[in-house]
């Protein structure tokens, strides 16, 4: 069993900067993809960036240039850097590790972009 763990979130005023960490424990498979996923209040999930354990990362549009995700020595890190932030930012953001056809998601953490 993995167990995820979040934290970074916040309140931060629109162009300012967040960083967010998640760390993994438990059985973890060497080869697996982590990444970062979003929720505002009455919106579905969504990805925000993901990184494999190869170090391929993936983002959406809407973070291209603004968020920059990486991973932790430890490889059983995930960091999440969100500069720029606009108030639609604004969410719960969830850490997920997808090992094959298994995930686990974190508790969520909190960001608030104030305008």
């Known amino acids: 069993q993995v167990q995820l763990v979040e934290s970074g979130g916040g309140l931060v005023q629109a162009g300012g900067s967040l960083r967010l960490s998640c760390a993994a424990s438990?059985?973890?498979?060497?080869?697996?993809?982590m990444g970062w996923y979003r929720q505002a209040p009455g919106k579905q999930r969504e990805l925000v960036a993901t990184?494999?354990?190869?170090?391929?990362?993936n983002y959406a549009d809407s973070v291209k240039g603004r968020f920059t995700i990486s991973r932790g020595n430890a490889k059983n890190t995930v960091y999440l850097q969100m500069n720029s932030l606009k108030p639609e930012d604004t969410a719960v953001y969830y850490c997920?590790?997808?090992?094959?056809?298994?995930?686990?998601w974190g508790q969520g953490t909190q960001v608030t972009v104030s305008s």
């Open positions: 997920k590790i997808s090992v094959f056809t298994s995930e686990s």
């Open positions: 438990g059985s973890i498979f060497p080869v697996n993809v």
């Open positions: 990184i494999s354990s190869g170090g391929s990362t």
